[in-house]
């Protein structure tokens, strides 16, 4: 017998996978419960509305972003400059495996939204601004270590850090409109160059 945890999980997948495909606004609450197997019923008991369920796909993505992106890209195993390039590297990955599966490069799905939402939904944007920022926290602490070990000259490390952060993000949204992954390596490479010198091998 199934449990509600995994029901409640199986509407999220649901929800992620059709939205990140697609939009918020072209997924209903129908078609989300139709592909999780659920009744409309068992959706409201776990999610007062759309919005509060998206909300809990983007807490989803949060943790596995964090986790299985940042965490892995900014791993202490390799010298901080590289780390970044990695961090670039692991995107195109990504996105090239999506696009292997489906035929499409979706891109970023917190950029996705917040291209659609962040002006519609304010509890959306702040959820979605939450993440941005904390993002940028392991970017910022890698240049700072670089700094320190004399890998990179005095630079504002915050800064920095939302400035390829931003750059990875645009990327993102061009390497979408190309249905290109490559773009992500190709871009990345030059938008790295932009904040390290390069003379910093």
């Not at 992106?69 to 780390?83: E, N, T």
Request: contains cysteine.
């Amino acid at each position: 017998m199934e449990s509600v945890t995994d029901t409640r999980q199986r509407i999220i997948n649901s929800a992620r996978d059709l939205m990140f495909a697609r939009s918020y606004s072209e997924v209903g609450v129908q078609e989300i419960c139709r592909d999780a197997g659920v009744q409309k019923g068992s959706f409201y008991h776990f999610f007062p509305s759309k919005r509060d369920l998206t909300l809990a796909v983007l807490d989803q993505l949060d943790t596995y972003f964090r986790n299985e992106v940042l965490g892995k890209a900014f791993a202490k195993d390799i010298p901080p400059v590289q780390r970044i390039s990695r961090f670039f590297e692991m995107l195109y990955s990504g996105q090239s495996a999506i696009k292997a599966e489906s035929g499409q490069l979706y891109g970023c799905p917190f950029g996705n939204l917040a291209c659609e939402m962040s002006t519609q939904d304010e509890a959306i944007r702040k959820k979605i601004d939450h993440f941005f920022q904390a993002a940028e926290q392991p970017i910022a602490e890698t240049l700072t270590e670089a700094m320190e070990q004399g890998d990179l000259p005095a630079i504002d490390p915050v800064a920095s850090a939302r400035a390829i952060f931003a750059y990875a993000e645009g990327i993102m949204l061009v390497a979408k409109t190309r249905n290109d992954p490559k773009v992500l390596r190709e871009l990345g490479n030059h938008a790295l160059q932009l904040v390290i010198p390069a003379t910093v091998s």
